[in-house]
T-cell receptor, first 114, second 112 residues
Framework: QKEVEQDPGPLSVPEGAIVSLNCTYS??????FMWYRQYSRKGPELLMY????GNKEDGRFTAQVDKSSKYISLFIRDSQPSDSATYLC??????????????FGTGTLLAVQP | DAGVIQSPRHEVTEMGQEVTLRCKPI?????LFWYRQTMMRGLELLIY????????DSGMPEDRFSAKMPNASFSTLKIQPSEPRDSAVYFC??????????FGSGTRLTVV
């Protein structure tokens, strides 16, 4: 079993829809949770960063972490065609110092249709 | 800041040849990571450095792969000899502690 599981999609939604992207994980030591967005033929870029459990909102994006269920989500409100990309979750047991590595999910391909 | 700079953007080589990928991290970032991305396996961490010192190379697939970071502003990933199964996009990323990674644009490697 992989440490981080993510549905690869593809996920196709109409413009304006609410999108829900999810990851599950097995390592209860994970404390830092991130979402990256990757456009075609580009490197991933950091979208959201949360520590431990709870919600974090940034514009149309909301990240949720449920550590009891080992489940994280990214919600996109009022989705736009420009949101079409691959979304990767990433997590780490600790961050900073000598053990500073992220484990990535395989990514979910999202297409927002105009 | 120009971001993380990788070269070359594309590399096509014949099986058995040596391949060298290059990375310039963001100035001031003390961690550097090499990842490989394929459709089947997603993003795989190959090796990472803290303050120019290799910390974890457990993801390096085999002895054909090697990585160096001679100073804070440069790193290389070398494959010798290359094989068709090494074909992938190779990303370099850098970071500060407690911040997310900044990725380069990647090197698309094709071994024929």
């Amino acid at each position: 079993q992989k440490e981080v599981e993510q549905d690869p999609g593809p996920l196709s939604v109409p413009e304006g829809a609410i999108v829900s992207l999810n990851c599950t994980y097995s390592n209860s030591a994970f404390q830092y949770f991130m979402w990256y967005r990757q456009y075609s033929r580009k490197g991933p870029e950091l979208l959201m960063y949360t520590y431990s459990s709870g919600n974090k909102e940034d514009g149309r994006f909301t990240a949720q972490v449920d550590k009891s269920s080992k489940y994280i989500s990214l919600f996109i409100r009022d989705s736009q065609p420009s949101d079409s990309a691959t979304y990767l979750c990433a997590m780490s047991p600790n961050y900073g110092g000598a053990t500073n590595k992220l484990i990535f999910g395989t990514g979910t391909l999202l297409a927002v249709q105009p | 800041d120009a971001g993380v700079i990788q070269s070359p953007r594309h590399e096509v080589t014949e099986m058995g040849q040596e391949v060298t990928l290059r990375c310039k991290p963001i100035s001031g970032h003390n961690s550097l990571f090499w990842y490989r991305q394929t459709m089947m396996r997603g993003l795989e961490l190959l090796i990472y450095f803290n303050n120019n010192v290799p910390i974890d190379d457990s993801g390096m697939p085999e002895d054909r792969f090697s990585a160096k970071m001679p100073n804070a502003s440069f790193s290389t990933l070398k494959i010798q000899p290359s094989e068709p199964r090494d074909s992938a996009v190779y990303f370099c990323a850098s970071s500060l502690p407690f911040y997310g990674y900044t990725f380069g644009s990647g090197t698309r490697l094709t071994v024929v």
